[in-house]
């Protein structure tokens, strides 16, 4: 089965501390792994996607096969970070690929 | 550029009636999917269209339909509505099929009373 998880619903951190949101995922074959964010008042937006192997606003993950894990990492937290973290897997519909599981989101809070 | 843009912001409808919900892809985009996301859920695949064609669907009945026009925007109907069918309907917008990068409207909040 396809799945997505993200064990924590709410992490709380204070500014300059380490962030880490875990993802851990199910599926068969070679997956894409994407994290969405959804800041206050705004759209669901992309973060990152793994094939891309980027750092945006200070973010990073990595995929572990073996782990099946996504998690995303951010050495020193800011305030602005403050949001809803949907980690999401491109998933298989009908021989169709390309939609996205999503998993339930992490509501991160950076308190000053 | 504009974004994908979606119609009513929100909307409240009775059991077993029925609503139109609608999506204007941004601009260049051929292929648009459809979320449901229920309060403190993620997003839920209902199906995806490509060149006016459903090219995958998720695990929702029939009741849930949609259409693309040739201008690449899209309609979600859902018919004999359900208290259960109260949610966040996110329309989303890519280049084309595959992993694409997906861009999503701000949705539409419907309450079935």
């Known amino acids: 089965a396809q799945r997505v998880t993200q064990p924590e619903k709410l992490l709380s951190v204070f500014k300059g501390a380490p962030v880490e949101l875990k993802c851990n995922y199910s599926?068969?074959?070679?997956?894409?792994l994407f994290w969405y964010v959804q800041y206050s008042r705004q759209r669901l937006q992309l973060l990152l996607r793994h094939i891309s192997r980027e750092s945006i606003k200070g973010f990073t993950a990595d995929l572990n096969k073996g782990e099946t894990s996504f998690h995303l990492k951010k050495p020193f937290a800011q305030e602005e970070d403050s949001a809803m973290y949907y980690c999401?897997?491109?998933?298989?519909?009908?021989?169709?690929?390309?939609?996205?599981?999503f998993g339930k989101g992490t509501k991160l809070s950076v308190k000053p | 550029e504009t974004g994908v843009t979606q119609s009513p912001t929100h909307l409240i409808k009775t059991r077993g009636q029925q609503v139109t919900l609608r999506c204007s892809s941004q601009?260049?985009?051929?292929?648009v999917s459809w979320y449901q996301q229920a309060l403190g859920q993620g997003p839920q695949f209902i199906f995806q269209y490509y060149r006016e064609e459903e090219n995958g669907r998720g695990n929702f009945p029939p009741r849930f339909s949609g259409l693309q026009f040739p201008n690449y925007s899209s309609e979600l109907n859902v018919n004999a509505l359900e208290l259960d069918d109260s949610a966040l309907y996110l329309c989303a917008s890519s280049l084309s099929l595959g992993t694409d990068t997906q861009y999503f409207g701000p949705g539409t909040r419907l309450t079935v009373l």
């Open positions: 599926y068969s074959g070679s997956p894409e």
């Open positions: 601009s260049g985009h051929n292929t």
């Open positions: 999401a897997l491109s998933g298989r519909y009908g021989g169709s690929q390309g939609n996205l599981i």
